[in-house]
């Protein structure tokens, strides 16, 4: 049954980035550092795990540090702390969109953002 979603949390980018070996792989090197990822598509388009987050259109895995849900009203937002890790929060209907797809939302808009105050024009 579908309702309103709220979550608030804290996620900070996992400390490398590889591009050049297949997903399949990252998933295992994840693994071996202690991260639990309960289920994935092979290509990237779907990953569960109650540690990470990956975002596709980035090719870029998050960690949550802090995760809370809580039920209320629609919303979303993010920035971006001193020490690079990123603050959420969001609330939003869970018929039309799920978590992942609306924290992909979210990382690309910021990743947008920052492209721009850095003098960017982030296209991907």
């Known amino acids: 049954m579908s309702d309103?979603?709220?979550?608030?949390?804290?996620?900070?980018?996992?400390g490398f980035k590889i591009?050049?070996?297949?997903?399949k792989n990252k998933v295992l090197i994840l693994e071996t550092?202690?991260?639990?990822?309960?289920d994935y598509e092979e290509d990237g388009?779907?990953?569960?795990?109650?540690?990470?987050?990956?975002?596709?259109?980035?090719?870029?895995?998050y960690k949550f540090k802090e995760h809370d849900r809580i039920y209320d009203n629609n919303f979303v937002t993010?920035?971006?702390n001193k020490d690079g890790s990123l603050t959420f929060g969001c609330s939003f209907y869970n018929g039309g969109a799920g978590f992942s797809e609306v924290l992909d939302d979210m990382l690309v808009k910021q990743a947008k953002i920052e492209s721009?105050?850095?003098?960017?024009n982030y296209e991907q």
Do not use: A, Q, R
């Open 4 to 14: 309103t979603e709220t979550h608030f949390g804290k996620l900070e980018k996992v």
């Open 19 to 23: 591009k050049t070996i297949p997903f």
């Open 33 to 38: 550092l202690g991260f639990e990822i309960e």
């Open 45 to 61: 388009s779907y990953f569960e795990s109650s540690d990470l987050h990956y975002c596709k259109e980035l090719d870029e895995f």
């Open 78 to 80: 993010m920035s971006e």
């Open 116 to 120: 721009k105050k850095k003098g960017y």
